[in-house]
């Protein structure tokens, strides 16, 4: 089983619709939690940290449940420039020790 | 601001030729990463060093090797190349005591041949 698991998609969505995307890991002993966005050919880009009390940036909302080990992305009023990878990841150890493990990205497509 | 810098941006090699990528993190990071990320594939850890220490090991090929300098740059040594090496090297960097966010370069791709 792979350590940090996501529906590949693609989700093909309208302009303005809300999008919900879902990871799952498996380490309990996970500490710090991201999406990154990825887009074609270029690097990850860190998109928003993910807490226990939930945080929002805008339109995207980030979901933790540290019980159930799942991590969830809400998109909001979705945007043509919303059409990437997301990336779910996870940092086991943290600090400056840790690394990051990927999901393999779930692909949005926002259509017209 | 400054960001990773990484260079080649991109590289063809022959099979069983050596390769060289090289990092420049953001100023004053301490941590330096490698990862693989191969054609439709997540990026894949390899190696990471901390303070010019290494400080943890991911999937990285005995075939591969890494270091970081006095000046904080990385270079990620791969020999007898193989096909399957074919892919986009990320060097990333991060700060202790910035809450570890960790960014990325814009990544070097090589193709083996």
């Known amino acids: 089983r792979k350590e940090v698991e996501q529906d590949p998609g693609p989700f093909n969505v309208p302009e303005g619709a809300t999008v919900a995307f879902n990871c799952t890991y498996s380490?309990?002993?996970?500490?710090?939690f991201f999406w990154y966005r990825q887009d074609c050919r270029k690097e990850p880009k860190l998109l928003m940290s993910?807490?226990?009390s939930g945080n929002e940036d805008g339109r995207f909302t980030a979901q933790l449940n540290r019980a159930s080990q799942y991590i969830s992305l809400l998109i909001r009023d979705s945007k043509l420039s919303d059409s990437a990878t997301y990336l779910c990841?996870?940092?086991?150890?943290?600090?400056?020790?840790?690394?990051?493990?990927f999901g393999k990205g779930t692909k949005l497509s926002v259509k017209p | 601001a400054a960001g990773v810098i990484q260079s080649p941006r991109h590289l063809i090699k022959e099979k069983r030729e050596t390769a060289t990528l090289k990092c420049y993190p953001i100023?004053?990071?301490?941590?330096v990463y490698w990862y693989q990320q191969g054609p439709g594939q997540d990026p894949q850890f390899l190696i990471s060093?901390?303070?010019?220490?290494?400080?943890d090991k991911g999937s990285i090929p005995d075939r591969f090797s890494a270091q970081q300098f006095s000046d904080y740059h990385s270079e990620l040594n791969m020999s007898s190349l193989e096909l399957g090496d074919s892919a986009l090297y990320f060097c990333?960097?991060?700060?202790?005591?910035?809450?570890?966010?960790?960014?990325f370069g814009e990544g070097s791709w090589l193709t083996v041949v």
């Open positions: 060093f901390y303070e010019k220490m290494q400080s």
């Open positions: 380490n309990s002993a996970s500490q710090s």
């Open positions: 993910v807490y226990s």
């Open positions: 100023p004053r990071h301490d941590t």
């Open positions: 990841v996870v940092n086991i150890r943290g600090g400056s020790q840790g690394n990051l493990i």
């Open positions: 990333a960097s991060s700060f202790t005591n910035s809450g570890n966010t960790i960014y």
